[in-house]
């Protein structure tokens, strides 16, 4: 019994740490893929985030305003997607690929200038994301290692979920939501409603690319020590595969990273004790996110408007 | 003659100005990063770093050192151009293979394994690494064909998958007895001669006037065949893959696998012709699909377009890597920014075909 609460409350500790990130970065997703822009770029958004997070971390000992940068560096790179897709008129993939192939690039060659390597400086205990209720419960009963292992996790952790249920509140229960659903359904109805739909694009695109920061910058800052460049590998387009799979909703994007964090998670469990190969285990989520995207991609509700680069009307 | 405000825009927004302008204008910015890339890697010798650059095998002291460098480069160009056509290719059909990376991979895995651990003949490496990258891209085709998942997402995943696999079974393959570090077969390929010509270059192989003639027979597939056509038109309905037209679908796996295809040629011109190795530390896969893509974007998906600019491209890597060990990483963060530049060249072109739609040019 003690075994089983010991392997389950770690495998819910990995769940939880393994869908921080992913879940910031399919709420930013949220945000750009209901407004009618397809975002593809969030690994290149998470990339950036996870380096500038772990920089500014390092250099000021503050993680907090680490993990605002990693935001701010997400939103930047965000912006440059609106701006080819939104106000250029780009292809939106073909942008979207650019940005992955520009994060990592740009981080890496700062990198090199920055810590004459690809690899940053690790951090320590007091510039990583503090843990939450560390020491709150009592690890001498089997339920109280439980209870530890799955609730003593970093800050980040607990904040995304209250960020979904902010992104959740904002798209269905408030004008700025029912706007930006709008404007990808409908956009030239919203243009003759008054709602700037350019703008409000844009908008959504900057907020995902700062989402999709906060979600690197906590991989670099909360579940591991360091950014190196296999840092961020997949997780971007696992959190867009979440989005489909939550029907382009956040609640739905939510039980997604929850999935895929889980299958993340099986790593850490499986990994260390039954001797499976680790680099196989590590296949796992795309392998599952493959499958997941044939079994719902038909049933999800694309925003109408989704792809499709919105010319003003004279 | 006088020529006004009308006629200028005539002639801006027309096919034939797009055609010479934009590739001229990414030449212009491919050595303006250059420059400033040297400029900020070596600030005293930016200049003669530059210059190397740009002659690659020009520079070379004697006459037959500067044909084995032309030859390196055309080597490593075939690979090049056979992995631009598989991007090139489904973005004819409108497709984007993202998922090329993979491709690549799995072929060059394929390749490996059937010359070191089975010491199969070349023939049968090529094959197999032409099938592995052509099962690879099927397997994108059906998802996108049966269950319409987006080629680009799916491709991206699979990558994920295929590089996992590949350096899973590469690093099984050299704990036998060769080194970790990179993995190559040498040259294999027979020469047939052609090394002559390139002053006895071993990795001069018939693979260069493949790459070429698989440029030719995608250009007369896309302009001359029912099957072209029946690509060119996926493209212009981007909806048809969401009815249960067979038609469609058909297309969209017939398009990847043949993507799938050259990109194992590619990988398997790349290293039985002993023009490259396989890093397992760093994933080679991952530079040769950036600058495959910077080559079919600049190409503007026309198969011999890519073919020019992959040698361009190729050229310009090599008289890098030439001039100092730190150029492949420079030109590899070209090209990435060329990527997305190239976006913005696709947006050029679509912007004077709108244009040009809605009367600016008149027929």
């Known amino acids: 019994m003690t075994d089983f609460l010991n392997t389950l409350g770690i495998m819910l500790y990995a769940t939880l740490i393994y869908t921080a990130p992913l879940l910031y970065a399919a709420l930013g997703s949220c945000f750009s893929e209901v407004s009618g822009v397809v975002n593809i770029g969030i690994e290149g958004m998470m990339t950036a985030g996870a380096f500038a997070g772990t920089v500014v971390a390092y250099f000021t000992g503050n993680p907090w305003v680490g993990f605002l940068c990693g935001g701010l560096a997400g939103a930047f790179f965000g912006m440059l997607h609106a701006i080819a897709t939104v106000r250029l008129g780009a292809d939106q993939t073909i942008a979207g690929t650019a940005i992955n192939m520009l994060g990592p690039g740009i981080v890496i060659m700062i990198g090199m200038v920055v810590f004459g390597s690809t690899d940053s400086a690790p951090l320590n205990a007091a510039q990583k994301i503090p843990k939450l209720f560390t020491g709150v419960f009592d690890t001498a009963t089997a339920f109280g290692r439980f209870m530890d292992n799955v609730f003593a996790t970093y800050a980040s952790t607990y904040l995304v979920f209250l960020v979904a249920l902010l992104v959740w509140f904002i798209f269905y229960k408030t004008r700025f ?45 909360a579940i ?29 994007a939510l039980i997604g990273c929850l999935l895929f964090g889980f299958c993340s998670g099986l790593k850490v469990v499986l990994g260390g004790s039954s001797g499976v190969n680790m680099q196989l285990l590590s296949m796992i989520p795309y392998v599952v996110t493959v499958i997941v995207l044939v079994l719902f991609v038909g049933k999800s509700h694309v925003p109408s408007a989704n792809g499709k680069p919105y010319i003003k009307s004279k | 003659m006088r020529y006004g405000k009308t006629d200028r825009k005539r002639f801006l927004y027309g096919s034939a100005a797009r055609s010479l302008v934009v590739p001229l204008l990414f030449l212009a910015a491919i050595l303006l990063l250059g420059l400033a890339g040297w400029a900020y890697l070596c600030p005293g010798r930016a200049g003669e770093k530059f210059l190397v650059m740009l002659q690659n095998f020009i520079s070379g002291r004697t006459p037959g050192e500067r044909a084995r460098l032309l030859g390196q480069t055309l080597a490593r160009t075939a690979s090049l151009c056979l992995c631009a056509l598989a991007i090139a290719l489904p973005c004819r059909a409108g497709m984007y293979n993202l998922g090329v990376a993979g491709q690549y991979a799995l072929g060059a895995g394929a390749a490996l394994v059937c010359a070191l651990e089975f010491r199969l003949p070349w023939a049968v490496c090529v094959l197999a690494a032409a099938a592995l990258g052509a099962v690879w891209g099927a397997l994108c085709g059906a998802l996108k064909g049966g269950r319409n998942v987006s080629e680009a997402l799916s491709g991206l995943l699979m990558n994920a998958v295929a590089l996992v696999l590949c350096r899973n079974k590469l690093r099984s393959l050299l704990s036998g007895g060769g080194t970790l570090g990179v993995l190559s077969t040498g040259p294999m390929l027979p020469t047939l001669g052609l090394d002559g010509l390139f002053g006895g270059e071993p990795t001069v192989t018939p693979a260069i006037p493949a790459a070429a003639l698989a440029a ?94 992959a040698f361009v491209l190729q050229h310009l890597s090599d008289g890098a890597a030439l001039a100092d060990g730190r150029g492949p990483l420079l030109t590899e963060a070209i090209y990435a920014v060329l990527v997305g530049l190239g976006a913005f060249a696709f947006f050029i072109r679509h912007a004077g075909k709108k244009r040009k739609e809605k009367g600016g040019e008149k027929p």
């Open chain 1, 224 to 252: 591991s020590t360091q950014f190196r460049p296999i840092s961020i590998v997949g997780q971007g387009f696992i959190a867009i595969a979440a989005v489909i799979f939550g029907k382009f909703r956040p609640q739905g």
């Open chain 1, 177 to 221: 939501g029912l706007r930006l659903r709008a404007c990808g359904e409908h956009p030239q109805a919203c243009e003759t409603l008054g709602i700037n739909v350019i703008r409000m694009r844009f908008l959504c695109v900057c907020i995902s690319g700062f989402l999709s920061g906060l979600g690197g910058a906590c991989v670099t800052m």
């Open chain 2, 216 to 309: 030719a027979a995608v250009y007369i597939v896309l302009e001359r065949t029912r099957a072209g056509a029946a690509v060119k038109a996926a493209a212009l309905n981007a909806q048809a893959p969401m009815y249960p037209d067979p038609g469609a679908g058909r297309t969209a796996l017939m398009t990847l696998t043949a993507a799938g295809a050259l990109a194992g040629l590619g990988a398997a011109a790349q290293l039985l012709s002993g023009a490259g190795g396989w890093s397992l530390s760093r994933q080679p896969a991952v530079g040769m699909v950036c600058a495959a893509a910077a080559a079919a974007l600049l190409g503007g998906m026309d198969p011999f377009g890519t073919l020019l600019w």
